[in-house]
Every structure is written in structure tokens, then in C-alpha cells.
T-cell receptor, first 116, second 112 residues
Framework: DAGVTQSPTHLIKTRGQQVTLRCSPK?????VSWYQQALGQGPQFIFQ???????QRGNFPDRFSGHQFPNYSSELNVNALLLGDSALYLC???????????????FGPGTRLLVL | SQKIEQNSEALNIQEGKTATLTCNYT??????LQWYRQDPGRGPVFLLL?????KEKRKERLKVTFDTTLKQSLFHITASQPADSATYLC???????????FGRGTSLIVHP
């Protein structure tokens, strides 16, 4: 049973560039949430996708956008990268559009983004 | 604004002892509280979920309590092992907030 997978594992970008991160949810899951985790901090909720729509959004600017595909996989796009965007980006999957705090979330290994 | 506090200092204990980690929160009345384990460079792993009407929950060597009056959750690992060494995160949700809020985590180090 495949767990949550994310790609790439590491990425280096420069300020102003754009980045796309990818996530495949755990088999059988249809809901994907994205988090940003800065070094030494807890994960911060970016947004959640269910039925190919953004359902909930945290306190992140419009530079952060996403997409969910019919096969439930998801992308996180970040435009006009800032130094402060350097972090571990985590994807978590769950079922039926459940609120992230109500059900078990399965996290992927994350993508480590470094912005220079 | 909502605030979650977890002890920023690492907790060092001897193998076989019980580890107790604390999660305090303010300006919030969550309906759910979760605990996760996170190893360096890895994603968090879900451990336990407890609801506001549940005082205590157990799973194998793990026990979580949720005191809505004190606004505190305690996470216990009994008979701790070096393999339990990791960072433990608490996360709150519900109670009028649709966004989950994570603490910054507490590092647990179990010495053989």
C-alpha cells in the first residue's frame, strides 16, 4: 500500500523564481492538504484540496496556489519566491474532505525548498 | 490570536522511564487535539487524536489527556525506549476554527 509521496525531495531556487511541488496521496485517499514547516517550527496549514477545489486556506498570500487532479494528486505552486519561503513543504492526505484535525492525516516526507 | 505552547527545551530521560510532554494553549477552545511524532527530515506521523469530551485516550504505551479547563494536554510514553527519541508535535482544531494549528514541538531524547 503506497503511502504519500512527494517530489522533488530537495529544490534550490533563487528569489523571484517560481516553483511547483507535487504530491500523490495515500492509496484510497481523495483529500490533500499542504503545509509549510520552517526550521524549528510546527507545520503551518496552507490549504486543502478536495474534489479538485480549494476548500480551506490558511494565512498565506496569493503567491501560493494549488491544484488537484482527477486522480487526486496535487500540486503546490509558489510564485515570486522570497527568502522566507525556504522551508520543508509537507503534503498530507485524508479521506472525504475531512477537516485536517478531525481525522488521521498521513504526511509525506516533504520537499525541502531553499531560496537563495 | 490562538497560541500553542510546547516546551522548547529538549526532554532527556532514561530508558524505561515515563516521558511526559506538555501542550498548553490560549485564546482557543479546540474541539480536537492530535499528537504527532516527527523524525529529522521526515514528515509527521499521526499518533493519537482526542476530542474535547474525552478526558483520556490510550494506545499501547501512549496516553494522552485533554483538560479543557486547564487548556492543556499531556502526552505520556511509558517504558520509554531510545527508539522513541524524536520531536513530538501537538495540533489543535475545531471549536470554530477550520484551520489546524500546530505547536513547534518538543524534542524527546531517551538515553539507553
Amino acid at each position: 500500500d503506497a503511502g504519500v509521496t512527494q517530489s522533488p525531495t530537495h529544490l534550490i531556487k533563487t528569489r523571484g523564481q517560481q516553483v511547483t511541488l507535487r504530491c500523490s496521496p495515500k492509496s484510497g485517499h481523495d483529500t490533500v492538504s499542504w503545509y509549510q514547516q520552517a526550521l524549528g517550527q510546527g507545520p503551518q496549514f496552507i490549504f486543502q484540496y478536495y474534489e479538485e477545489e480549494e476548500r480551506q486556506r490558511g494565512n498565506f498570500p496569493d503567491r501560493f496556489s494549488g491544484h488537484q487532479f482527477p486522480n487526486y494528486s496535487s500540486e503546490l505552486n509558489v510564485n515570486a519566491l522570497l527568502l522566507g519561503d525556504s522551508a520543508l513543504y509537507l503534503c498530507a492526505s485524508s479521506l472525504r474532505g475531512s477537516y485536517p484535525w478531525m481525522e488521521t492525516q498521513y504526511f509525506g516526507p516533504g520537499t525541502r525548498l531553499l531560496v537563495l | 490570536s490562538q497560541k500553542i505552547e510546547q516546551n522548547s527545551e529538549a526532554l532527556n530521560i532514561q530508558e524505561g522511564k515515563t516521558a511526559t510532554l506538555t501542550c498548553n494553549y490560549t485564546n482557543y477552545s479546540p474541539a480536537y487535539l492530535q499528537w504527532y511524532r516527527q523524525d529529522p527530515g521526515r514528515g509527521p506521523v499521526f499518533l493519537l487524536l482526542i476530542r474535547e469530551n474525552e478526558k483520556e485516550k490510550r494506545k499501547e504505551r501512549l496516553k494522552v489527556t485533554f483538560d479543557t479547563t486547564l487548556k492543556q494536554s499531556l502526552f505520556h510514553i511509558t517504558a520509554s525506549q531510545p527508539a522513541d527519541s524524536a520531536t513530538y508535535l501537538c495540533a489543535l482544531g475545531g471549536g470554530g476554527s477550520y484551520i489546524p494549528t500546530f505547536g513547534r514541538g518538543t524534542s524527546l531524547i531517551v538515553h539507553p
